[in-house]
């Protein structure tokens, strides 16, 4: 009996958020006395799984087929269904991104398990099975204690702090009976932004709202988000109004992010925006009304007119980065 966790990879390399979920599959296994089998769909190559036991996974279970390195939702359901059986397993992990929110369900109605989607703690053990996840757009969080037999667990990426230690874990072939069914939605074409710091994985964001005026005005924001080594994103009514694009529009409606630093620009703080940030680890606002509702969610504030303190902030931190060199 083994914790089972779907492990993500992209160009031969497996994302750190999936490094997080394998080390709270090891934490798990750990107090429930059984070992982690990491689920490696897809082509990858043998170095980075076995570097999957520096984060606790005693083997490697891989299916070698190309198809899987795009998602297939049924596809993986399946797998992931005959590693659960093979393994006996009670305890299956993924991460709440696009995989485990296509995944987690189908897997979960299959087994008939209890399923915390966008898990925040480990599970106290102590008081049966509860973990701690955000509900009401992050309003207020939820202790759900998992009460079926299996459980499905899927984890808020950039959530649990990484130690990576000594060990290399084991590989074995997963042999998977797929049908034509499985693989019967098409991927035609895969649009990856390249040449940009991915927003869902990054430490520091540089964040702009309708403050900013106009997307003429963007070049400053971008010019401290480089200074930085940010990602830049934004308010939805930006994205909606074409300053920028959608992927980089956070909120309850948007994507969601986590960072050590989210430095949010001209953006008055609705509860719809502060559901995709509010997990973030320290929060600036640059606004220039005192009584924005962001400066309460806010570590640090600058009152102020944007156009003139970005450019301010962007000198000040060049010559911190050309003094600490
Ligand atoms: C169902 C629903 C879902 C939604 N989902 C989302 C979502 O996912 N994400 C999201 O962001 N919004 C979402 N919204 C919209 C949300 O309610 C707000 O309208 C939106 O976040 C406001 O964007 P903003 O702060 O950029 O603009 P505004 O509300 O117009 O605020 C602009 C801010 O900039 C400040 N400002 C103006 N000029 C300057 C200057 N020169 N320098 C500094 N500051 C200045 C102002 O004081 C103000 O605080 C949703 C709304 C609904 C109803």
Redesign the pocket.
Known sequence: MSVIVLVEHTEGSIKKKSLEAVQYATSIAQKTGTTVSAIVLGTLPNDEMENLGQYGAHKVLNVPDARLNELHPRAYTTALLTAAQQEASKIIIMLHDINGRAVAPRVAGKLKAGLVAGALSYPDLDKGFVIKKAVFSGKAFAHVNITSDVKVITLIPNTFQLNKGEGKASIEKLDVNFSDNDFGITVKEVNKIKGEIPLADAQLVVSG???L?GPENWGILEDLAKELGAATAC????ADAHWRPHHE??????GTVRPDLYIA??????I??L??VNGSKNIVV????PE?PFFKAANYGVV????EVLPKLTEAVKKFRQNHK
């Open positions: 709202g309708r403050g005026k308010s939805r009514p930006v529009h956070v909120g309850q409606t948007g620009v001209g953006i008055s703080g609705a719809q925006h559901a995709g640059i606004n220039k009304d924005a102020g007119d944007a156009l």
